[in-house]
């Protein structure tokens, strides 16, 4: 390797050990840890392009199951480990258990729509945004706005219905969980080998399957620090809060924000968040990979109405994704690789949605 | 202006925002109490997780 780019290396080594060390003197060693995960997540998204919405894309284009198969990979390994440490350890450890609810399918099914516009799901948004990507980064703040819309609105989507949460190891337990979900992705990519059309142009080499093994050690390392799984979408909805507070809002009376958990965290500082810590850090992981990969900040042609479609959809996806209790992340990987049935149907339903995005995507003009 | 720098000012714009909005919060936020500092690694620290997305379901 040449000294300039060891040097490099170093140099983000150290700023993010320093990030870091200073997190866990303002908010505890627990963040500083999490920093450093996060950091983790955006290096492993941004080195392969690991998308769940390209990998779906992808497959629903070209017929290319690679993106859709790293994802079973790192649902299934996280799975592994996860399942047996919340078995274990159900007083320290929580699992994304959302609701089944009629606001969560509506929700997971418009964000399906909404990520094939805005080309991102939550870390996609994230890693890009990281990336100096200007799509991303304008998309972003709508995010967050979406996301606090969404939360404030939350309990009268939950007066539409709601089965409460499900949870597969309490009624199976983990062994019979994990192999009853392995054996259901076997199934679908199985299924997805026999219809596949083209090999993978996007994905070349082993990059992506050892991404998806990091990510999923590092989501598990998530849950053993934090206590509970890799999320985005909360700490987007917290930033918008504050920033509502600190207009002068009171938002004790709202359904969402006035519960005590959420009224303590109005009050405390935002680095106390583990969904907020873990992606600034994704955010400056990203970064500081695009840096190395020389892909910083790269150049887009966007038309007009391609803009003002990506600026609703990112209002969109924050919006639906706290309506669906999560995104990508949250919901789908985390919610089904700690056995909770609302990331089967988040799956299904976003899914659903981007069969539809895909074709909007097309009509206006993006690239495939 | 280089269509590059106008990429890179909305990197740095992004950044300076976010930037703003950690320093305001940590004037605004209560001081942290010490004293409820969780244990460094949840697992085996006897203690429930509690905030981020888990307090998002509702109860």
Redo the contacts between chains.
């Keep these: 390797m040449p000294a300039n780019r060891l040097g490099l290396a170093a140099l983000m080594a150290l700023a993010a050990l320093t990030a870091a060390t200073m997190i866990a003197y303002?908010?505890?060693?627990?963040m500083g840890?999490l920093l450093l995960i996060g950091i983790g997540y955006g290096i492993g998204l941004c080195s392969v392009a690991f998308g769940f919405t390209t990998g779906w894309r992808a497959w629903i284009v070209e017929r290319d199951p690679k993106g859709i198969y790293a994802q079973f990979v790192m649902i299934v390994v996280a799975s592994a480990l996860c399942l047996p440490?919340l078995q274990a350890?159900p007083?320290?450890?929580?699992p994304?258990?959302?609701?089944i609810a009629v606001c969560m399918v509506l929700g997971a099914f418009v964000f399906g729509i909404g990520i094939q516009i805005a080309d991102g799901c939550g870390s996609g948004t994230l890693y890009k945004?990281g990336q100096?990507h200007?799509f991303s980064?304008?998309i972003?703040p709508l995010f967050v706005a979406g996301s606090l819309m969404g939360?404030l609105h939350l309990d009268w989507w939950?007066s539409l219905g709601?089965l409460?949460?499900v949870s597969l190891p309490q009624k199976f337990g983990a062994g019979v969980t994990w192999l009853g979900q392995t054996a259901v992705l076997g199934v679908l990519a199985a299924l997805m080998w026999k219809l596949r059309g083209t090999v993978s142009k996007r994905w070349v080499g082993p990059g992506i399957w050892w991404a998806a093994i990091g990510l999923a050690l590092l989501a598990t390392l998530n849950?053993?620090?934090?206590?509970?799984p890799w999320?985005?979408?909360?700490?987007f909805?917290l930033?918008g809060a504050?920033?509502l507070t600190?207009g002068g809002a009171d938002l004790s009376a709202n359904g969402?924000w006035g519960?005590e958990?959420?009224q303590?965290?109005l009050?405390?500082?935002?680095?106390?968040?583990?969904?907020t810590v873990t992606s600034?850090g994704l955010?400056a992981g990203s970064?500081g990979t695009a840096l190395w990969q020389r892909k910083?900040?790269?150049?887009v042609k966007i038309t007009r109405t391609q803009w003002i479609a990506g600026i609703i959809a990112g209002f969109v996806l924050g919006y639906t994704s706290?309506l669906a209790?999560?995104c990508n992340i949250?919901a789908y990987f985390s919610g089904i690789s700690t056995g909770s049935l609302h990331g089967w149907v988040w799956l299904l339903a976003g899914f659903a949605g981007s069969l539809l995005g895909v074709r909007l995507r097309r009509r206006l003009g993006f690239s495939m | 202006m280089s269509?590059?720098l106008t990429?890179?000012r909305?990197?740095y714009l992004?950044w300076g925002v976010?930037a703003l909005?950690?320093a305001?919060?940590?004037i605004?936020?209560?001081p942290?109490d010490w004293s409820l500092?969780?244990?460094?690694?949840?697992?085996?620290?006897?203690?429930?997780?509690?905030?981020?997305?888990?307090?998002?379901?509702?109860k």
């Excluded at chain 2, 620290?45 to 509690?50: C, D, I, L």
């Design positions: 303002a908010a505890g060693v627990r840890l440490l350890r007083d320290e450890l929580s994304a258990g959302g609701p945004a100096g200007p980064l304008v972003f939360s939950l709601s409460g949460p849950l053993i620090v934090a206590g509970q999320g985005i979408v909360y700490g909805g930033w504050k920033l600190w969402f519960r958990a959420q303590l965290q009050v405390s500082s935002v680095l106390t968040d583990t969904t600034i955010l970064m910083l900040c790269p150049a706290r209790f999560g949250g | 269509a590059s990429r890179y909305t990197l992004f976010l909005f950690f305001i919060d940590t605004k936020a209560w942290l500092d969780p244990a460094p690694v949840a697992l085996g620290s006897g203690q429930a997780a509690t905030g981020g997305h888990c307090s998002a379901a509702p």
